[in-house]
């Protein structure tokens, strides 16, 4: 049982370069959700799904899409990186009808730097 | 939205002493708050939560209290040892959706 993973551990880019972030769970979890964490402010949330095929809007889209074709998968696409994305990007994902219903389980994160 | 404050920013506590973190949050439909601990490198880990109907919880060393009036809740670490050195997040949350709003974290070191 791997819970949350997340592909790839680093990258660099260069500004307008585009990449996927892939987070994969294997809890058979409803809910998925990105993180950004950068310095000093927490984690924001980007984007999130409540299940297969939806996706909705967190506190900080902007330049981010995602998608959720599969239950176990959740993508985390930048079509055009800019330097302000650079930051570590977390995966987590949790059960709403489950007996931790409430917590979140995270992935490794992702290290991104966009110069 | 919710906003979700943290106190303080980093903390330092000589070992076996004990570690207060504050957090304040905006929106009283709030009803969930979550604490995790993320050590350097790695990924948060929930180490105790709260629900609204609940005052104080507690789980060996560490304990959680929440005054829904004042709309705030605390993390308390007693004994502190080296290994609670980490950042400690806060957050809170509203029903639809769990989405979880964090505070901007603590930095607890534990000086031995």
């Known amino acids: 049982n791997a819970g949350v993973t997340q592909t790839p551990k680093f990258r660099v880019l260069k500004t307008g370069q585009s990449m996927t972030l892939l987070c994969a769970q294997d809890m058979n979890h409803e809910y998925m959700y990105w993180y950004r964490q950068d310095p000093g402010m927490g984690l924001r949330l980007i984007h999130y799904?409540?299940?297969?095929?939806?996706?909705a809007k967190g506190e900080v889209p902007d330049g981010y899409n995602v998608s959720r074709l599969k239950k176990q998968n959740f993508l985390l696409g930048l079509e055009s990186a800019a330097p302000s994305q650079t930051s570590v990007y977390f995966c987590?994902?949790?059960?709403?009808?489950?007996?931790?219903?409430?917590?979140?389980?995270f992935g490794p994160g992702t290290r991104l730097t966009v110069l | 939205g919710e906003n979700v404050e943290q106190h303080p920013s980093t903390l330092s506590v000589q070992e076996g002493d004990s570690a207060v973190i504050k957090c304040t949050y905006s929106?009283?439909?709030?009803?969930?708050f979550p604490w995790y601990k993320q050590e350097l490198g790695k990924r948060p880990q929930l180490i105790i939560d709260?629900?609204?109907?609940?005052g104080e919880k507690k789980d060996q060393r560490i304990a959680v209290t929440l005054n829904k009036t004042a709309k705030h809740f605390s993390l308390h670490i007693t004994e502190t040892q080296p290994e609670d050195s980490a950042v400690y997040f806060c957050?809170?949350?509203?029903?639809?959706?769990?989405?979880?709003?964090f505070g901007g974290g603590t930095r607890v070191l534990v000086k031995p």
């Open positions: 957050a809170a949350r509203k029903a639809a959706g769990n989405k979880l709003t």
């Open positions: 929106d009283s439909a709030s009803n969930y």
């Open positions: 799904s409540v299940g297969e095929g939806t996706t």
């Open positions: 709260i629900r609204s109907n609940v």
């Open positions: 987590a994902s949790s059960d709403p009808g489950g007996s931790s219903y409430n917590e979140q389980f």
